[in-house]
């Protein structure tokens, strides 16, 4: 029997999370699959109309959502976003390819580019609680600012 959550929020409406909470969650993630954390399928029924029913039983992605229920809590809106976007941004960099470029997995973990990470962390999901592939391209197509330099010398 899976474990079951109702979701107060439509996938679209998935509130975004700071980048560092979804860093956070991709290392509990690995460090649950290093150790071969084991998880319970999980049904989830998202609010809206029409409502949105997903089972999650990849054995991989159970052992994902353990971890960061371990780790953070799914009880609450937060850590529910933050496992959403997480499986969202694994599934995404799985099927685009132009995304390689953005990210490195190898053995000593994974390097994600912080634009990819922001844009995780905050891009609206679509109603299948996936990334939309095109609206992400577009997004990340526009570079951030880079940070501002502090010198101590005050402008003119």
Same mark, same amino acid.
């Given at each position: 029997?899976?474990?079951?959550?109702?979701?107060?929020? @439509?996938?679209?409406?998935?509130?975004?999370?700071?980048?560092?909470?979804?860093? @956070?969650?991709?290392?509990?993630?690995?460090?649950?699959?290093?150790?071969?954390?084991?998880?319970?399928? !999980?049904?989830?029924?998202?609010?809206?109309?029409? @409502?949105?029913?997903?089972?999650?039983?990849?054995?991989?992605?159970?052992?994902?959502?353990?971890?960061?229920?371990?780790?953070?809590?799914?009880?609450?809106?937060?850590?529910?976003?933050?496992?959403?976007?997480?499986?969202?941004?694994?599934?995404?960099?799985?099927?685009? @390819?132009?995304?390689?470029?953005?990210?490195?997995?190898?053995?000593?973990? +994974?390097?994600?580019?912080?634009?990819?990470? !922001?844009?995780?962390?905050?891009?609206?999901?679509?109603?299948?609680?996936?990334?939309?592939?095109?609206?992400?391209?577009?997004?990340?197509?526009?570079?951030?600012?880079?940070?501002?330099? +502090? +010198?101590?010398?005050?402008?003119?």
């Amino acid at each position: 029997m899976p474990t079951a959550y109702a979701i107060p929020f @439509s996938p679209q409406a998935t509130p975004p999370v700071a980048p560092r909470a979804l860093l @956070s969650a991709w290392d509990a993630a690995r460090d649950a699959a290093a150790a071969a954390l084991h998880g319970p399928p !999980r049904a989830f029924r998202f609010a809206g109309e029409p @409502s949105l029913d997903l089972l999650l039983e990849d054995r991989d992605a159970c052992c994902w959502a353990e971890a960061l229920d371990r780790r953070i809590g799914l009880d609450h809106a937060q850590g529910m976003a933050t496992l959403l976007r997480l499986l969202a941004l694994l599934e995404v960099m799985g099927r685009a @390819s132009w995304l390689r470029g953005l990210f490195d997995i190898g053995r000593e973990g +994974t390097v994600l580019h912080p634009d990819l990470l !922001r844009a995780a962390a905050s891009h609206p999901l679509d109603g299948a609680a996936r990334f939309d592939e095109e609206g992400l391209r577009n997004r990340l197509a526009r570079p951030s600012l880079p940070p501002i330099e +502090t +010198t101590g010398a005050t402008p003119p």
